[in-house]
T-cell receptor, first 114, second 118 residues
Framework: AQTVTQSQPEMSVQEAETVTLSCTYD???????LFWYKQPPSRQMILVIR??????QNATENRFSVNFQKAAKSFSLKISDSQLGDAAMYFC???????????FGTGTLLAVQP | GAVVSQHPSRVICKSGTSVKIECRSL??????MFWYRQFPKQSLMLMAT?????????EQGVEKDKFLINHASLTLSTLTVTSAHPEDSSFYIC??????????????FGPGTRLTVL
C-alpha cells in the first residue's frame, strides 16, 4: 500500500529566509503524481505545487520549488523568501494517477517569525 | 483555480439526528467528487468517491449506511451523516478533480464543513 510520511511535525522560519519541508513516500507504481497542499487557519486546502513522476525536472511555482528524488522516493518543498502569509499546515500528498485518490502525509505546521 | 463550495460551513446537531452536507462544483461539471474527513490536528482521510449516476465507492472501514452519498447532478454531491453521534464530529471536506484548463490530475477542495454532534 502507498504511504506518505512527513517527519517534521513543526518547523519555524524567519521572515525572508528559506525553509525546506520533507516528505517521503512508498509506492511500487512508476507513474504517479505528488502534491504539496497548504492549509491555513481557515482550513481551505490550497494547492501549492504539483509534480508528475515521469518528469525529471523539478517543479517550481514562484517562491516554491520541490526537490523530487524518484529513486529515493523523496519529495521536499522549499519555500524561499518566506512571508508571514506562508504560515500554515503543509500536507504532502500522493496520487496514483489512475484513481485521482489522494493519500496525505501527517502534515508539517510551519510558523513564520517576523 | 476551481471554485468548489460547501454548505453549511458549520453545523451543530443533537445526537441521533441526520445532517446533510452539500458540495457544489461552481466552475465545471464533475462526474466524480471525493469526500474527506479531518479530525483536529490530523491529516485528511479519504472516505468515499462520489460517482454521478452510480453508487458511491467507500474506502475500507467507512460505514456506507452511516455516510450516505448522493451525486445528484454533475455539479452537486451530498454527504448525509445518519444518526450522528459525538464521535462523528469532524471536519468534512469535498474535492473535485480539475477539468478543462485545470489540471485533470489535481484535486480542488471545498472550504469544508465543521460538524459538531452534541
Amino acid at each position: 500500500a502507498q504511504t506518505v510520511t512527513q517527519s517534521q511535525p513543526e518547523m519555524s522560519v524567519q521572515e525572508a529566509e528559506t525553509v525546506t519541508l520533507s516528505c517521503t513516500y512508498d509506492t511500487s507504481e512508476s507513474d504517479y503524481y505528488l502534491f504539496w497542499y497548504k492549509q491555513p487557519p481557515s482550513r481551505q486546502m490550497i494547492l501549492v505545487i504539483r509534480q508528475e513522476a515521469y518528469k525529471q525536472q523539478n517543479a517550481t511555482e514562484n517562491r516554491f520549488s520541490v526537490n523530487f528524488q524518484k529513486a529515493a522516493k523523496s519529495f521536499s518543498l522549499k519555500i524561499s523568501d518566506s512571508q508571514l502569509g506562508d504560515a500554515a499546515m503543509y500536507f504532502c500528498a500522493y496520487d496514483w494517477g489512475a484513481t485521482n485518490k489522494l493519500i496525505f502525509g501527517t502534515g508539517t505546521l510551519l510558523a513564520v517569525q517576523p | 483555480g476551481a471554485v468548489v463550495s460547501q454548505h453549511p460551513s458549520r453545523v451543530i446537531c443533537k445526537s441521533g439526528t441526520s445532517v446533510k452536507i452539500e458540495c457544489r462544483s461552481l466552475d465545471f461539471q464533475a462526474t466524480t467528487m471525493f469526500w474527506y474527513r479531518q479530525f483536529p490536528k490530523q491529516s485528511l482521510m479519504l472516505m468515499a468517491t462520489s460517482n454521478e449516476g452510480s453508487k458511491a465507492t467507500y474506502e475500507q472501514g467507512v460505514e456506507k449506511d452511516k455516510f450516505l452519498i448522493n451525486h445528484a447532478s454533475l455539479t452537486l454531491s451530498t454527504l448525509t451523516v445518519t444518526s450522528a453521534h459525538p464521535e462523528d464530529s469532524s471536519f468534512y471536506i469535498c474535492s473535485v478533480p480539475g477539468t478543462g484548463d485545470l489540471w485533470t490530475d489535481t484535486q480542488y477542495f471545498g472550504p469544508g464543513t465543521r460538524l459538531t454532534v452534541l
